[in-house]
Antibody, heavy 119, light 111 residues
């Protein structure tokens, strides 16, 4: 069974940093790209970032709203992905989901990690 | 303001059919056959129910069907069941600058 488990969420002050982890199991992590999404309280889904697997260069993409502040990375030997979030703003408050990417769609979602940015 | 436009809510009685529309532009829905739909129950993670406009992942009942015409995609739930009460989101690939855009979500209520 494919599992995606987020961790590292919490309360953080504006301007500070936080790193989310996505621990995976049940599939060959290195064969897949991984994406992060978020959902602000009571709002819809927003794509945040995406990292390709090694076959496709392991390169990353970002939504305009987080570009330059967030960094996605991965360690295929540990089947883990991370989202480093710097210069956090109150509008970054959301549940963050780690998701497996399969050819233009997202088939396995984690349960989410709540990030609250507040002073 | 979401990039794709969905009705905020639709409702139907058990056994009936409901259809959710998702309207975008030629830069997203109209430009690519990469529309996916996700169902989200309150407090839960989204679940993929349709991909590549019309395809259902294994395990998703054939009560769920979808289509696309021009810049609008549609999801139809036939034979509505109580467990179908949830939020439904459409998603489209939007090119290699924007990547993915979502609709604002549609709350389906089973009366």
């Amino acid at each position: 069974e494919v599992q995606m488990v987020e961790s590292g969420g919490g309360l953080v002050q504006p301007g500070r940093s936080l790193r989310l982890s996505c621990t995976t199991s049940g599939f060959t992590f290195g064969d897949y790209a991984v994406s992060w999404f978020r959902q602000a309280p009571g709002k819809g889904l927003e794509w945040v970032s995406f990292i390709r697997n090694k076959v496709y260069g392991g390169t990353a993409e970002y939504a305009a709203s987080v570009k330059g502040r967030f960094t996605i990375s991965r360690d295929d030997s540990k089947s883990i992905a991370w989202l480093q979030m710097n210069s956090l703003k109150t509008e970054d408050t959301a549940v963050y989901y780690c998701v497996r990417y399969v050819g233009y769609y997202f088939d396995s979602w984690g349960q989410g990690a709540l990030v609250t940015v507040s002073s | 303001q979401s990039a794709l436009t969905q009705p905020r809510s639709v409702s139907g009685s058990p056994g009936q059919s409901v259809t959710i529309s998702c309207t975008g532009t030629s830069s997203d829905i109209g430009g690519y056959n990469y529309v996916s739909w996700y169902r989200q129950h309150p407090g839960k993670a989204p679940k993929l129910i349709i991909y590549d406009v019309t395809k259902r992942p294994s395990g998703v009942p054939d009560r769920f069907s979808a289509s696309k015409s021009g810049n609008t995609a549609s999801l139809t739930i036939s034979g509505l069941q109580p467990e179908d009460e949830a939020d439904y989101y459409c998603c489209s690939f939007a090119g290699f600058n924007t990547f993915w855009v979502f609709g604002g979500g549609t709350r389906v209520t089973v009366l």
